[in-house]
């Protein structure tokens, strides 16, 4: 398995935002040498190609069950993007 994500939305449609908050993973699957990973979350808002549906969390070291808490936010999302998208 690849081990779970725990993480959820929020669509603002009043400030056109859709806020992802990455809590935590959980069971990852080592990749490094020392049995443990340096894990990231990558996020692509799709179709589209630029750098701006693009987002990723921080790195962090040497675990299998990293815990980010951490808000990633993109701007200008309207009503007709929360129905065309896939994130």
């Known amino acids: 398995t690849l081990g779970t994500l725990d993480f ?3 669509y603002d449609q009043e400030n056109n935002a859709l806020h992802c908050t990455i809590n935590k ?13 340096d894990p990231y979350v990558k996020l ?8 701006a549906n693009k987002l990723r969390t921080k790195t962090l070291r ?3 069950n990293p815990v980010w808490s951490e ?3 993109y701007y200008g999302i309207t009503d007709e ?7």
Not at 25 to 37: E, Q, T
């Open 8 to 10: 959820s939305l929020l």
């Open 25 to 37: 993973a959980k069971g990852l699957k080592p990749m490094d040498h020392n049995g443990l990973s």
């Open 44 to 51: 692509h808002l799709l179709p589209g190609a630029s750098k």
């Open 62 to 64: 040497n675990t299998l």
């Open 71 to 73: 808000t990633l936010t």
């Open 81 to 87: 993007d929360m129905v065309r998208k896939t994130l």
